[in-house]
């Protein structure tokens, strides 16, 4: 058997490691390098870039047929057809970019060629210069037009050998989950599973023996022996106590009071090391295991496949502490109780351990060696109980509760959509466990295979997202200080949703999908759309934005100065300066959109005729919307009514609090708010009170009663609105004798107001005053009196009262055939008296 090398990296990580940890070990190492290795390697001279080679489209031509060839073969392997399709995607990508460079420089040929005007027609004629550099641009505009449509051509074939690849790969995979094997419940097949296991332990045995047997392996085991002892104590101790350590002081953290603001975010990193801590037990014991020299191919992909195995058990454990906590905490995403959460933690470890067996079951089992029933046979109980595991899970997760919480005194579900997800989720995987082991022991092991474990792996790809989730929304209540307000902020629900798209692309891997295809989504993602012959790619797109932005905030910045500084400063009126600052908020915004558009290169021309077809349909829908805002830049330009007006809009009257592009919100008096489309204030009849000066009429109509003296009460009407302070004395008030009311002497007050909007505070002083001098002058205010005749009051008098009749006399009953109720009346005569008292 060949001598092994020595291992160098393995025997320093493991001093390293036993030296932070254990007692500190001079090994001189560094000398086993080479130090040609250690040189880093010359950069090249910048003079040594060159331009992309020409394409050959011979060499593509044949890449091509090869490829369409291999498809239409059912014989090649899916690697084969990997491997093509890499070669194929590569040959797209500089189809794509020959063709974005060479229609940059169509464009601008054709950009030449307009800008020396129209080609004469006839009997026109033009200088011969020009007609000959018409010529040379043509020329060169139809040689260079070949390559591009080369370029297309090429594009679209390659595109669509792609798509064949994809959909014949794809195919092999359905074929494949749905191929009828072996069944593992058959006990005829238990015979090859149990020759596979003890083949597989005397293949460790042999390697084991094999490697004793070698003097040179022995003595290199002797010589890092000290090494070895130390590593697999140091991987014991971290293993078995480390973790637990970690545990309880993460415990501790939560349940401590010395910090109180960021306690939770502080505990979620020191809980990391619950994964750091065992790691680094793993890796040593992986180390100790090959520094024994004991080894061989099996045992060194055991060894290789260890730390991940172990990872996927204190994973779970990590995760399900975090999910299901020891302690109670009101920001765990899950409301289960104690008991729940205990028994969610012991299924969450059980499945982690069903992760790590799966892991080391290729590197023992070797299923690429064994036949069939051994593989369906031996991989079925792993099925079943990652199966019953996820059933139980699933039960558990059903008695989550809704976290409650009280908005405006109502209570309301904090999280509802999350609520529902974790029971479909539940649900989900109640129906999961139980066709997994359905369809594995109905001979279709590769379903069950595809079906329960990544069920398992999509569920700890949740678990992280919520763990993750959760640590924002932990750091985002330790910056506000307030965890009530940070649960129904903006930024955990976009963090959330960010997370939720970013684990997208590994849900689908464990779901069967190919790297090929996430990155030919990317590609088609990457490459952007054609829309009106500009191709509209997400860089462009992300450009745009970014411009766009600086200008919307260069506009607002400009509007603020203007609003508070500049326009303040002049003699503008308040409406005229809000018209001002409105306009550039507008013109602003169209350039900067204008400007982004030229800046990430979306020619608006291109799109000319798609925005012209889309506007006739739009403008059917959206005319009272244009409508509106043609009348909200009229309001601005014009200022027919200005915020805080006081206006009559139909049988609406208010002041105007805002004037948008689309409405006016006008505030009744009421404190209502009524929302006016501004159509409304341009073609409609608008009261503005306040328009031109605040000055307005109060009027006050007044009744005396009959006989009192006319020139006193005009008199005495007079000097109360002269009294009055915000009546104005330039046009005098005046007092009318209106005339004689049906009930009273009619006068009414007119004045003019100072300021219209104190229109009923003055008339009810005035009212006031009025009752107050009348009551002192002896001036009666009458009401309405009616005097009512009756024409017949005979007719209304009560009618006399009638004599009763006499009670008719009857004869004694006899007892011996009469009873009480019978009275002893024969049947003629009780005839005779009922109509003579009904007459």
């Known amino acids: 058997m060949p001598r092994l090398r020595p291992l160098p990296w393995l025997r320093a990580l493991c001093l390293a490691l036993m030296a932070l940890a254990v007692v500190p070990l001079a090994t001189p190492l560094a000398a086993q390098t080479p130090a040609a290795d250690q040189q880093p390697a010359a950069a090249a001279p910048a003079g040594d870039q060159q331009t992309p080679a020409p394409i050959d489209y011979n060499v593509w031509n044949a890449l091509a047929s090869l490829a369409e060839a291999a498809i239409e073969d059912p014989n090649t ?3 084969a057809l990997n491997d093509l399709r890499t070669e194929i995607s590569s040959m797209r990508t500089q189809f794509l970019n020959a063709e974005t460079s060479l229609q940059g420089r169509l464009d601008a040929l054709r950009a030449q060629i307009t800008a020396l005007g129209p080609v004469p027609t006839d009997g026109q004629t033009e200088a011969a210069d020009v007609t000959q550099r018409r010529d040379e641009l043509n020329a060169q505009l139809a040689e260079r037009e070949a390559p591009l449509r080369a370029a297309d051509e090429a594009y679209a074939r390659a595109d669509a050998i792609i798509r064949a690849i994809d959909r014949e790969v794809r195919a092999r995979q359905a074929n494949a989950l749905m191929t009828l094997g072996p069944s593992p419940i058959n006990p005829a097949n238990w015979l090859d599973a149990l020759d596979a296991l003890i083949g597989s ?38 293993l078995l106590r480390g973790r637990r350590w970690m545990e309880h002081l993460t415990v501790r953290l939560l349940q401590s009071t010395a910090i109180l603001r960021g306690r939770a975010v502080a505990a979620f990193f020191v809980s990391l090391s619950q994964l750091i801590v065992p790691f680094l037990g793993l ?51 899950l409301n289960l109780s104690s008991d729940d959460r205990r028994r969610a933690r012991g299924v969450s470890l059980a499945l982690g351990m069903l992760a790590g067996v799966h892991e080391l079951y290729v590197p023992f089992i070797a299923p690429q060696v064994q036949p069939a029933t051994a593989q369906a046979v031996l991989m079925y109980p792993l099925v079943v109980l990652v199966s019953l595991s996820l059933w139980r899970l699933s039960r558990l997760l059903l008695r989550h509760q809704p976290r409650r919480t009280e908005v405006e005194g109502v209570e309301v579900d904090s999280s509802p959509f999350f609520d529902r997800m974790v029971k479909f989720t539940s649900r989900i995987l109640t129906l999961l466990a139980v066709m997994a082991p359905i369809l594995g022991a109905a001979g279709y092991m590769a379903a069950a295979q595809q079906i329960a474990f990544p069920a398992l792996a999509s569920l700890a790809l949740i678990g992280v997202i919520i763990v993750l989730h959760g640590l924002v929304s932990a750091i985002y209540a330790a910056v506000l200080g307030d965890e009530e307000r940070a649960a129904q902020g903006l930024v955990p629900s976009l963090a959330g949703l960010m997370l939720a798209l970013l684990a997208m692309p590994p849900m689908a891997l464990i779901w069967g999908a190919r790297e090929t295809d996430l990155i030919e989504v990317w590609t088609r993602f990457s490459e952007g759309v054609s829309l009106g012959g500009t191709r509209i790619a997400p860089a462009n797109v992300l450009l ?190 005046g007092v009318d004798f209106l005339g004689f009311g049906p009930d009273a002497l009619d006068f009414r007050i007119r004045a003019v107001l100072r300021d219209v909007n104190y229109k009923v505070a003055v008339a ?60 002893a009346v024969s049947p003629d005569q009780r005839d005779d008296d009922f109509r003579e008292e009904t007459r």
């Open 544 to 733: 745009f934005f970014i411009v766009f932005a600086v200008g919307y905030l260069i506009t607002r910045g400009l509007q603020g100065a203007l609003g508070t500084s500049v326009l303040p400063k002049t003699s503008m009126e308040k409406g005229a300066q809000k018209a001002v600052v409105s306009g550039v908020g507008y013109l602003g915004i169209t350039a900067a959109a204008l400007v982004a558009f030229s800046m990430a290169g979306i020619d608006l021309s291109g799109l000319a005729i798609v925005a012209g077809a889309l506007s006739v349909g739009i403008g059917f829908g959206l005319q009272n919307i244009v409508s509106n805002f043609v009348s909200g830049i009229i309001l601005l330009i014009e200022r027919p009514v200005s915020e805080g007006d006081w206006v009559e809009v139909g049988t609406t009257s208010g002041t105007i609090e805002r004037i948008s592009v689309r409405s006016t919100v006008i505030q009744t008096f009421d404190r209502s708010k009524v929302i006016v489309p501004n159509a409304d204030l341009i073609s409609g009849a608008v009261t503005n009170y306040t328009k031109s000066s605040k000055t307005g009429r109060v009027v006050l109509t007044v009744g005396v009663a009959y006989g009192t003296d006319t020139r006193k009460v005009a008199r005495i009407l007079q000097e109360i609105a002269e009294s009055e302070p915000l009546v104005v004395m330039d046009p005098k008030p």
């Open 283 to 333: 890796l040593l014991l992986a180390v100790a295991i090959q520094l024994t020299r004991m080894t061989g191919p099996t045992i060194l992909a055991i060894d290789d496949a260890l730390v991940p195995a172990g990872m996927a058990l204190f994973g779970a454990r990590w995760l399900s502490l975090h999910l299901f906590p020891i302690v109670n905490e009101t920001r765990a995403a």
């Open 201 to 238: 332990a005397l293949t460790i045995n042999g390697e084991i023996y094999n490697a004793w047997l070698d003097p040179a392996r022995v003595e290199e085991m002797l010589t890092d022996l000290p090494i070895t002892i130390g590593s697999l104590l140091l991987a014991a101790l971290l």
């Open 764 to 823: 009810t002083e005035m009212n006031h005053k009025i009752a107050a001098r009348f009551a002192e002058e002896g001036i009666e205010i009458p009401f309405a009196q009616r005097d009512i005749w009756l024409r017949n009051p005979e007719a209304l008098a009560p009618p006399a009262p009638r004599e009763a009749a006499p009670a008719p006399k009857h004869p004694e009953p006899r007892a011996d055939r009469d009873t009480a109720d019978s009275a």
């Open 77 to 79: 392997t899916d690697q």
